[in-house]
Structure formats: structure tokens, C-alpha cells
T-cell receptor
Framework: NAGVTQTPKFQVLKTGQSMTLQCAQDMNHNSMYWYRQDPGMGLRLIYYSASEGTTDKGEVPNGYNVSRLNKREFSLRLESAAPSQTSVYFC?????????????FGPGTRLLVL | GENVEQHPSTLSVQEGDSAVIKCTYSDSASNYFPWYKQELGKRPQLIIDIRSNVGEKKDQRIAVTLNKTAKHFSLHITETQPEDSAVYFCAASGAHSGNTPLVFGKGTRLSVIA
């Protein structure tokens, strides 16, 4: 099993450009999450999907959209990138939709917005 | 919503000494408390977790204690080794109180000096 995979690993964007970060898991997990990690700020939840067909805002959703394409895949879209969105983005998944289970993280996407 | 405070932000210990990291949470309904370890450039990985019906849990050199009355929980690492050097994150979730995702602390950078 590959676990949680993310693409791309690294991306440079210019202000105003758009892009989609891809995430897939092969563990048949119900819940999936997108976090951003900034120095000294820990992991902040952007959006999550408790189960296939549902998505909800997390702590920092502004400037992002998500799509739960199917049970395996959960994408994060930046419609008009801003320098404040420079960060490391982690996707994660967990088996149960009640959030009281281990979250498995992907390797991360390092995004630089100029 | 839930707020998780983590202290200290940095911690240096001599190899073989113990390390203690403390977290407080605000939502008395939270009942799932995991700890994640993130090595430099890597993804966060769960090292231990505790639920509110348990006061202490131990796994080899790692232990977690929970004080529900005071709303704080702690990670204890004994006989520290250089490979324990990493950033540690605590988190809290109200797993059985209405589907509230994990809220992470801002992390503690632990350095074990050989």
C-alpha cells in the first residue's frame, strides 16, 4: 500500500495563478483532510471531508476550494494564489468519520507563491 | 471552538534525560488526544494517543497523561535518544460530541544533545 500520496511535491506560482493539489489514499478510509503548515503555527485545518460526498470548512478555508472526487481522492484548489498561501500543504486520511482515529499524512506539497 | 495551547515551543535535553511537553485544551467535550512526531522534512506520524476514559497510557519510553478536570495532557519521553529529536504536536478532538475535527497545538521542537 502506498498510503497517502500527494502531487506535486513542489510548486512555484505567480500571484493570481491557479492550481490544484491532488491527494489520494489507498486505505479505504472514509475521512480526508487538508492542512497547511507554517513555521510556528502548527497544522491548521483548511477543509475536510468526513465521508464521501461531504466537505466542510476548517479553521482557515478562505482562498481555497476542495472536491471529494470519490472515496480515494480529495483535491485542494487555489483559484487565485496569493503570497500568503506560501506554505507546506499536507493531506491526511483516517478510517472513521468521527475524528477519533489515527490520521495518516501524505508527504506534503511545498508551495511558493511569488 | 476548541483551542489547544502547547508548551514549551522549544526544548533541549541531554541524551538520557527525560522530556516533558504539556498541552491544555478548552473544550471540555474533547475526548481524544493524540500526539504526532514530525522529523525534519518528513510528514507527521502518530506516536501515541489517549482517550478521556483513561488517565495514563504508556508505550516503551513514551507515556501520555491526561487530567480532564484541569483540561491538560502531557507527553513524557524517558531515556531520550538523538533520534527523538523532532517537532512534537499535541491535538484534541471531541470525537463523540458531534464530529469536531482535530485541533493541533503549535508544536514543540525537541533537541536531544548527545
Amino acid at each position: 500500500n502506498a498510503g497517502v500520496t500527494q502531487t506535486p511535491k513542489f510548486q512555484v506560482l505567480k500571484t493570481g495563478q491557479s492550481m490544484t493539489l491532488q491527494c489520494a489514499q489507498d486505505m479505504n478510509h472514509n475521512s480526508m483532510y487538508w492542512y497547511r503548515q507554517d513555521p510556528g503555527m502548527g497544522l491548521r485545518l483548511i477543509y475536510y471531508s468526513a465521508s464521501e460526498g461531504t466537505t466542510d470548512k476548517g479553521e482557515v478555508p478562505n482562498g481555497y476550494n476542495v472536491s471529494r472526487l470519490n472515496k480515494r481522492e480529495f483535491s485542494l484548489r487555489l483559484e487565485s494564489a496569493a503570497p500568503s498561501q506560501t506554505s507546506v500543504y499536507f493531506c491526511a486520511s483516517s478510517e472513521a468519520p468521527d475524528f477519533g482515529e489515527t490520521q495518516y499524512f501524505g508527504p506534503g506539497t511545498r508551495l511558493l507563491v511569488l | 471552538g476548541e483551542n489547544v495551547e502547547q508548551h514549551p515551543s522549544t526544548l533541549s535535553v541531554q541524551e538520557g534525560d527525560s522530556a516533558v511537553i504539556k498541552c491544555t485544551y478548552s473544550d471540555s467535550a474533547s475526548n481524544y488526544f493524540p500526539w504526532y512526531k514530525q522529523e525534519l522534512g518528513k510528514r507527521p506520524q502518530l506516536i501515541i494517543d489517549i482517550r478521556s476514559n483513561v488517565g495514563e497510557k504508556k508505550d516503551q519510553r513514551i507515556a501520555v497523561t491526561l487530567n480532564k478536570t484541569a483540561k491538560h495532557f502531557s507527553l513524557h519521553i524517558t531515556e531520550t535518544q538523538p533520534e527523538d529529536s523532532a517537532v512534537y504536536f499535541c491535538a484534541a478532538s471531541g470525537a463523540h460530541s458531534g464530529n469536531t475535527p482535530l485541533v493541533f497545538g503549535k508544536g514543540t521542537r525537541l533537541s536531544v544533545i548527545a
